[in-house]
């Protein structure tokens, strides 16, 4: 099913709604469409493109997730913010492929939608193997995406290998995190883990104590446990999955080079991203299926 025709999806199920950008932000600029999520527990808004959510309002409470000022909402180029899906790989990629893989800047189809009993709005985007995905990674796959917006937001992200050889397989969930100021949070539930730092040498680090930020940051924490907690000024932000790898980043100073961030505005975001990377890579066997699983509160 292609976005265009999300209207029967959405028949029966209250609270759900598509809308453009440029109308949801009233700005006129080239626009995507967006899908709007509301029920009494919290609301959620989603791109099409990339499946990506931009932002997770909890009832009674703030934005959990950060987006640009600057974000520019054109096709073909991630959103900066809110939680972009890197995959099928993370980061850059030996032969000079999109960094971060082709899933955040492709159309999603919404597959499915529904109330939940318990109040909670539950939808389910898709993206499978096309001309334009084999001519990046030439492999038959069904990802799939299930958001489910309450109190708290629930994420599942399926990757399926429908080809019939063994793949390599890395994927993370970018979080941007809304913070009042980044150098005065603390991380917690990474104390203990190796971490590489990717600025500047490349230095494998055991972390002490719970991570506090200076300026830029970039670092990739293996076999990480199921729970971080972001602590700031007003509130804490809890994540929780089973991905094994968390990175860090904020690029500081150099936030005023990135177009879509600009000098300042990076004070108020810290990513901390769950997946499966570096070390912690997966292979997807022929038929395999891949589930992680993501948990937000605030
Ligand atoms: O996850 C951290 C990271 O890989 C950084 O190295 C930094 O480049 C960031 O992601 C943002 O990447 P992007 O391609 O979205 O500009």
């Known amino acids: ?40 527990l919290g609301s959620a808004v989603l791109a099409f493109q990339g499946a990506h959510l931009i932002s997770f309002i909890p009832a009674g409470g703030q934005d959990v997730l950060w987006l640009s000022p600057n974000a520019v909402f054109k096709p073909g180029k ?24 082709f899933a955040r800047s492709m159309d999603w189809s919404l597959h499915s939608a529904r109330n939940l009993a318990d109040g909670r709005t539950e939808v389910v985007m898709r993206l499978q193997d096309s001309e334009q995905t084999r001519a990046l990674w030439p492999h038959a796959f069904n990802f799939e995406f299930t958001i489910c917006v309450g109190q708290t937001l629930d ?28 150098t005065r949070i603390a ?10 730092d990717t600025l500047g040498e490349v230095r494998r680090l055991v972390q002490e104590g719970d991570v506090h930020f200076t300026g830029a940051t970039d670092r990739v924490y293996l076999d990480v446990a199921k729970v971080q907690t972001i602590v700031d000024a007003a509130r804490t932000i ?39 990377v570096f070390d912690n890579a997966l292979t997807l066997a022929a038929g395999e299926k891949h589930i992680a699983t993501m948990t937000l509160s605030a």
């Open 1 to 40: 099913m292609s976005q265009h025709n999300f209207s029967a999806v959405l028949a029966n199920v209250q609270g759900v709604r598509v809308i453009d950008s440029g109308a949801y932000f009233n700005k006129a600029d080239e626009g995507l469409p967006l899908l709007v999520i509301e029920n009494a």
């Open 78 to 101: 991630a959103v900066r913010g809110g939680i972009p899906l890197c995959m099928p790989w993370f980061g850059g990629h030996p032969d000079g492929l999109p960094s971060h893989g």
């Open 155 to 182: 994420l599942s992200l399926s990757a399926e290998n429908l080809s019939d050889t063994t793949v390599p397989y890395t994927y993370a969930f970018h979080t941007y995190f809304a913070v009042e100021d980044y």
């Open 187 to 196: 991380v917690t539930g990474l104390a203990g883990c190796t971490y590489i």
């Open 238 to 276: 809890q994540i929780s999955g089973n991905s094994k790898s968390a990175v860090l980043w904020n690029p500081g100073d150099h936030a005023e080079k990135i177009g879509d961030i600009g000098g300042g505005a990076n004070q108020h975001f810290v990513c901390v991203e769950r997946g499966d």
